[in-house]
């Protein structure tokens, strides 16, 4: 199992203390929808105490990776183990009710026919009945819900059904929750404001976690860890700076922000693109014709209207503090430029356009990164120069 | 917050989770159940002195057929032709007390056909109250005689048509009116948009009234036997009673459930409905159409028709109710039938539920064969008439178990057999509400498959369970071919008297026990629309 590197604030400290056993762990898990695999020989470990997100487009296989962990599908080939027990795979399958593992549900799925109090209590059966009670009392102070225990589900917000699903899966103490789509059903505000209280619930309970989602931005701000999954495959793990910075594959890159894809030819100066050159190094390829694709996003390109410039703008995209240009380079290719209110520029209007990003931009080659550095740029100017 | 989104249940994949077998085992005993009248019956004929082919052939079988299919076109045509108008005028136009006459119309679908069977011979009968109120005028002594197709046609309209009435006005509620108002912002006038936007967007619902209908008239036992007409039930139940030729009366029961399951298929195919409202825009009502001068027409139509549907039942009813009083009958007398119906009702509606529910929870919720296997099972029993069911069971009960044979038993089993789709319907409209994640959840918080059925899904289903129930209930308290036919002897229900009565034509008796069904399918229709405006 790896662990991820520990230069991260608190909070995320919780998963470093060395090689501990994962909690959940898929080995070479395949789950086929007639000829369709919705999970392609995927392996992945969590943590003791991590919250790892699966990112991914719809229809990229992360719930069904979700389901496979609670036990609602049968993994066609692979292991699933849980807290150190193959719990399917091998011969082996325990039913979802054996596996200690708690879900929260896109729709929350909480029992409209009973209260809060009674859906906590719900998977409390086995503890003693003397028990129940105070573990029951007990969750729902953690999620701040303890006031509405005699409540019923439809009488709550949205934000309190989502606290009240939550603390419903942590009463039996499981060995990790899962959580599918976990913020889909709020709005916007509502939202952010119940995603830093999940993350602040999860902590406290120091409790690992799973979560699904396709939404780029909670993702990185909730997973100690984040899986992009694309098309049943994983297409990379690691600490949100490692996927946002140094995206492995094409699909991780263009799966964060908007990014544009810039071809480039690698020379002995760097890179030289149809923006021009960006001065940077790359690992020497294997193979091919030195063809790359770098990865462009709109606060790498710098505009600047010029009367005799290569560009041209197709389009502003006003956003309040910043403007975002749809710029057309001489080849028809349209990168994004973000440029703060002050800079107005009309629709048709003649740019210099330039990538000048300040980093070493991600760098691709049939859709694999490459290693990047920076190069030493041989004369100052030589960089400032590099303008299309 | 946005409303739940229910995840498509697992039907169809691969390997899911298995199916347990607390369900699967009940589920093979209930399909057991249900395919055991038609395999018996296949037995039976196939064990027959002469070949199955030469009983197929003779002259009889086909016009008998040629009857029944005459009979069943002719009644779905002329329902088509009265409730399609009908329903367009109560739902699209200003036609004046447009909600009064949209209760009337559906109104005579509350009236079981054996009741309206008589009420058609007492009023349009040779010497009926028609012919009574006109020979002063015209002198004549006798009307022609209605009995026979023309009685059975009307019979069967009058109290069939509104299966298509209640479908098509379904469709006219769904539909989105900006449809209509597409085709008319493309230069299309009224009468164009009609022909080729409205009523292609109706037929399928047209399509699965019709349906409807010809499946009521393939089973109908009550009117075709009171206007003495040789259908396919007609000629089972003479040939079952008579006992001339048992394994010939198995031969016609298998060709009506082939034609029964042939209608069904064709009407499924072609008839569900398959035009939905796309989009997400605001649905406003649809445009009011003003009649003009046609609106005596309309009104006269609809008066026509209500008079016919629902003036002339309840004017016979008092009629028979005021002769039996007058006869001094004794209003107690229907007190004991009473009784035996509700048991016998009671008991089959219990049953009933018990088999729907396994294969309701698996067929919903679980995929794979056997879950196929049973909506197949489901569908058959569509195509099964009351009829066919009990002269199978009678066989089979004569021959191997004698000691069920005319016992309270065997009926409620017919009983259960026969309705277990009515049971099944609302039982799996009432599941398929229920979000599968509520099950999943409480299996992830420990609970087995048939603790988190009892704790769970049960409870949320109980309205389903509760409204199917009644609806079985009710239906069961009107059955007759069934019920005639398997009632332990000295079990006369209201039904049964009613028939005796009538048929040996002391219709002033069937009054009383006449009123009690009429308030009993009344109550049942109000139930069955009441799920439809749930759905719709």
Same mark, same amino acid.
Do not use: K
């Given at each position: 199992m790896s662990i991820p590197g520990t230069t991260h604030e608190t909070g995320r400290d919780r998963r470093a203390a060395g090689e501990r056993p994962a909690v959940v762990a898929l080995r070479a898990v395949t789950r086929r929808f007639g000829a369709v695999a919705a999970v392609d020989r995927l392996s992945l470990d969590v943590a003791p105490g991590e919250i790892l997100a699966l990112l991914g487009p719809s229809g990229s296989g992360k719930t069904t990776l979700l389901r496979l962990v609670a036990g609602f599908e049968r993994p066609d080939d692979g292991e699933v183990w849980i807290a150190g027990r193959r719990v399917a795979g091998g011969g082996d399958w325990v039913p979802p009710e054996a596996r200690g593992v708690g879900m929260v549900f896109q729709d929350y799925a909480l029992f409209p026919h009973l209260t809060v109090a009674e859906n906590v209590e719900f998977g409390l059966h086995c503890v003693l009945v003397a028990e129940r009670g105070p573990r029951t009392a007990e969750v729902l102070d953690l999620v701040g819900m303890r006031g509405l225990a005699a409540r019923y589900p439809h009488e709550l917000s949205g934000g309190e059904q989502q606290r009240v699903a939550l603390a419903r899966a942590l009463?039996?103490?499981? +060995?990790? !929750?899962?959580l599918d789509e976990p913020f889909s059903n709020l709005d916007a505000d509502l939202r952010r404001q119940v995603r830093e209280e999940v993350r602040g619930i999860l902590t406290s309970a120091g409790i690992s976690a799973v979560f699904v989602t396709h939404d780029q931005e909670e993702a990185l701000m909730l997973g100690d860890r984040v899986a992009v999954i694309n098309a049943g495959r994983l297409e990379q793990v690691g600490t949100p700076e490692e996927i946002f910075h140094?995206?492995?594959?094409? +699909?991780?890159a263009g799966f964060f922000g908007r990014a544009d894809f810039l071809p480039a030819r690698v020379t002995a100066r760097g890179l030289e693109t149809e923006a021009g050159l960006v001065a940077q190094r790359v690992t020497p390829l294997a193979s091919g014709d030195g063809h790359v694709e770098l990865l462009v996003r709109p606060d790498d390109v710098t505009i600047i209207a010029a009367p005799d410039g290569a560009g041209t703008v197709l389009d502003r995209l006003f956003a309040g503090s910043e403007i975002i240009y749809r710029v057309a380079l001489p080849s028809g290719? !349209?990168?994004?430029?973000?440029?703060?209110?002050?800079?107005?520029?009309?629709?048709?209007?003649? $740019?210099?356009?330039? $990538? /000048?990003?300040?980093?070493?931009?991600?760098?691709?080659?049939?859709?694999?990164a490459l290693e990047v550095e920076a190069a030493e740029p041989s004369s100052p100017r030589e960089r400032g120069e590099a303008t299309a | 917050m946005r409303a739940p989104v229910a995840r498509p249940v697992a039907v169809g994949r691969g390997r899911t989770v298995p199916v347990p077998a607390f369900l699967t085992v009940p589920s093979l005993l209930v399909c057991a159940a249900v395919l055991l009248p038609v395999v018996y019956l296949v037995v039976r004929a196939a064990g027959a002195d002469e070949g199955v082919l030469e009983l197929l052939l003779r002259g009889r079988t086909a016009r008998v057929l040629l009857n029944t299919l005459l009979l069943a076109a002719a009644v779905t045509a002329t329902s088509m032709a009265v409730a399609v108008p009908l329903a367009w005028l109560t739902a699209r136009t200003d036609l004046p007390g447009a909600r009064l006459w949209s209760v009337l119309a559906a109104l005579p679908l509350v009236v079981p056909s054996y009741i309206g069977?008589?009420?058609? !011979?007492?009023? +349009?009968g040779?010497?009926?109250?028609?012919?009574?109120?006109?020979?002063?005028? &015209?002198?004549?002594?006798?009307?022609? #005689?209605?009995h026979g197709f023309a009685g059975a046609w009307l019979t069967l309209t009058l109290f069939a048509y509104p299966y298509v009435l209640l479908s098509v006005r379904a469709g006219f509620r769904g539909m989105d009116p900006s449809l209509e108002e597409?085709?008319?912002?493309?230069? @299309?006038? @009224?009468?164009? &948009?009609?022909? =080729?936007?409205?009523?292609?967007?109706?037929?399928?619902?047209?399509? /699965?009234?019709?349906?409807?209908?010809?499946?009521? *008239?393939?089973? #109908?036992?009550?009117? $075709?036997?009171?206007? =003495?007409?040789?259908?396919?039930?007609?000629?089972?139940?003479?040939?079952?009673?008579? /006992?001339l030729n048992r394994s010939y009366a198995a031969v016609l029961s298998l060709v009506l459930v082939a034609l029964a399951a042939v209608v069904l298929v064709l009407g499924e195919q072609r008839g569900r409905p398959r035009f939905h409202r796309l989009g997400a825009g605001a649905k406003r009502p649809a445009r009011v159409v003003a009649l003009g001068r046609w609106r005596p027409v309309a009104v006269l139509f609809c008066a026509g028709v209500a008079a016919l549907g629902v003036a002339m039942p309840v004017g016979v009813l008092a009629y028979w109710l005021a002769i039996g009083v007058q006869h001094g009958d004794a209003l107690t007398r229907v007190l004991a039938p009473t009784a035996r119906s509700v048991t016998a009702s009671a008991l089959g509606a219990g049953l009933t539920l018990l088999m729907a529910l396994p294969i309701a929870v698996l067929s919903v919720r679980h995929g794979g064969a056997l879950a196929r296997f049973t909506l197949r099972v489901m569908y058959v029993s569509y195509a099964l008439p009351g009829l066919v069911i009990a002269l199978a069971l009678v066989f089979f009960a004569a021959r191997y178990a004698p000691a069920v044979y005319q016992t309270l038993?065997?009926? $409620?089993?017919?009983?259960?057999?026969?309705?277990?789709?009515? %049971?099944?319907?609302?039982?799996?409209?009432?599941?398929?509400?229920?979000?599968?994640?509520? @099950?999943?959840?409480?299996?992830?918080?420990?609970?087995?498959?048939?603790?988190?059925?009892?704790?769970?899904?049960?409870?949320?289903?109980?309205?389903?369970?509760?409204?199917?129930?009644?609806?079985?209930?009710?239906t069961i308290m009107k059955e007759l071919p069934a019920t005639l036919l398997l009632s332990p002897t000295g079990f006369d229900t209201l039904a049964t008297t009613i028939w005796t009565d009538a048929n040996d034509g002391r219709f002033g008796r069937t009054g009383?026990?006449?009123? *009690?069904?009429? %308030?009993?399918?009344?109550a049942s229709m109000w139930l069955l629309l009441g799920q439809e405006g749930r759905r719709a």
């Open positions: 009463a039996p103490r499981p +060995f990790a !929750v899962l140094a995206p492995r594959t094409r +699909f991780v290719r !349209v990168l994004h430029s973000r440029q703060p209110h002050t800079v107005e520029l009309p629709r048709g209007a003649r $740019v210099a356009v330039r $990538v /000048a990003p300040g980093h070493p931009l991600a760098c691709f080659h049939n859709g694999a | 069977g008589f009420m058609v !011979v007492t009023v +349009f040779p010497v009926g109250a028609l012919q009574r109120a006109l020979e002063p005028l &015209t002198g004549l002594a006798r009307l022609p #005689d209605i597409a085709s008319r912002s493309l230069g @299309e006038g @009224e009468w164009t &948009t009609f022909r =080729r936007v409205t009523l292609p967007l109706l037929q399928p619902w047209i399509q /699965a009234g019709a349906l409807l209908v010809a499946l009521y *008239v393939l089973s #109908d036992f009550g009117a $075709v036997a009171i206007m =003495r007409f040789e259908s396919f039930t007609t000629a089972i139940y003479l040939q079952y009673q008579t /006992a038993g065997l009926l $409620v089993f017919a009983y259960a057999v026969h309705f277990l789709p009515q %049971a099944a319907g609302p039982l799996r409209s009432a599941l398929q509400q229920v979000s599968p994640s509520q @099950e999943e959840a409480a299996r992830t918080l420990g609970r087995t498959a048939p603790d988190v059925l009892w704790t769970i899904t049960l409870p949320l289903v109980r309205s389903g369970i509760v409204a199917a129930a009644a609806l079985v209930f009710l009383p026990p006449a009123l *009690v069904l009429l %308030a009993v399918s009344s």
